[in-house]
């Protein structure tokens, strides 16, 4: 390897971190510290993840979670690993996990401003056949004052002031986005133990023939859904259908997304009606990042994904997400059956 091909000038996420710190005056370093925590988060869940059939860590932990789900044994260490990172960074006042059916306010920090939802490990159901999984999560600014309660957490997706997600893959892939601005990728360095910014300024194409949904539900689907699906599949003389790819894992299937275009898609539906993805720990974070990358995002009454707001900590949507163009087809075919 000759000395030119090699970079030593990285930009590890620590060092994002600081540099974006420096460009926001009033910064205190609070949300970088946070993020640190968050980073070790990752990194320790990928650790378990990748360890996991080696050390007896597949299957079932024998319990389900608050919303029903049976919960794997890594659903427990990857919620476990969250909360400790949380609490013990000393920023985080209130957390929400898809692993528990209440809040958790960590009380022992009174200045605490951060709020935080996660969807530990998503996808679980695939971890057990090694396919990607991940984790995603939300970021909310507490108002001076605010106890950190619930209600301070039930807010809409324009209230975040960052969100992201990892993805737990051939390499974990963790991308960011805050109120600011763009979108970044990250790949961690398992040598180096960091994440190195690998994709900045991340874009999603405008367009795509690629789709990805549950086609299983299709008995289910509402006609506009139907219509809509079809009209990829079916395109008409001289039309070329589009590709479906369906890892299963919202974090997976979303990321190939960013990256390639398409559209992404759980609707709500007759057996689901609410839609089966949570709004705070699964939607919003996502359409945050989609928004940031040139991409839309839309709830099943076809209202922007990051203005619904939540009544319950695990209230589920459903959701389209992707490139424009693609989206935009889904409006106008929704509207169309108005
Ligand atoms: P989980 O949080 O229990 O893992 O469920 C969420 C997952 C998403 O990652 C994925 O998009 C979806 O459920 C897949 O659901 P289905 O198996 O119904 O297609
Ligand atoms: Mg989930």
Redesign the pocket.
């Given at each position: 390897v000759g000395k030119d091909s090699i970079n030593t000038n990285i930009i590890t996420l620590t060092r994002f971190l600081t540099e974006e710190q420096v460009k926001h005056k009033e910064a205190t370093g609070d949300f970088t510290l946070l993020c640190h925590a968050l980073q070790f988060a990752f990194k320790s869940i990928s650790f378990y993840i990748r360890r996991a059939t080696l050390v007896n860590l597949t299957g079932l932990a024998g319990q389900a979670n608050a919303t029903g789900?049976d919960q794997k044994k890594l659903d427990v260490i990857g919620n476990d690993l969250f909360i400790s990172a949380m609490r013990s960074c000393g920023r985080v006042k209130l957390l929400v996990s898809?692993e528990e059916e209440e809040c958790i306010t960590f009380d022992e920090w009174p200045n605490a401003r951060y709020a935080v939802a996660c969807?530990p490990?998503?996808?679980?159901?695939n971890l057990d056949a090694g396919v990607s999984?991940g984790t995603i999560f939300s970021i909310f600014k507490l108002p001076k004052g605010a106890k950190g309660v619930k209600e301070d957490i039930l807010k809409p997706g324009t209230e975040m002031v960052a969100s992201g997600f990892t993805m737990y893959g051939a390499s974990a892939q963790l991308v960011i986005t805050m109120k600011s601005g763009g979108v970044n990728g990250f790949t961690l360095d398992n040598n180096f133990g960091e994440f190195i910014l690998t994709h900045p300024d991340m874009r999603i194409p405008k367009k795509r023939a690629i789709y990805s949904v549950?086609e299983?539900?299709s008995l289910y689907w509402e006609e506009p859904v139907k219509e809509y699906i079809n009209g990829l599949k079916y395109p008409g003389e001289g039309g070329k259908p589009y590709s479906a790819r369906?890892i299963?894992?919202?974090?997976a299937?979303a990321y190939r997304t960013l990256l390639y275009g398409g559209i992404f898609a759980?609707p709500a539906d007759k057996k689901s009606p609410k839609g089966?993805?949570?709004i705070l720990y699964?939607c919003a974070p996502m359409a945050m990042v989609f928004e940031n990358a040139g991409g839309l995002a839309v709830d099943s009454n076809m209202n922007r994904m990051l203005e619904v707001v939540p009544e319950h900590i695990h209230d589920r949507s459903g959701i389209f997400l992707g490139s424009e163009q693609e989206v935009q087809k889904v409006l106008d075919i929704h509207k169309k059956h108005q």
């Open positions: 789900d898809e969807d490990i998503d996808g679980s159901s999984v549950n299983g539900n369906y299963g894992s919202m974090v299937d759980y089966k993805l949570r699964e």
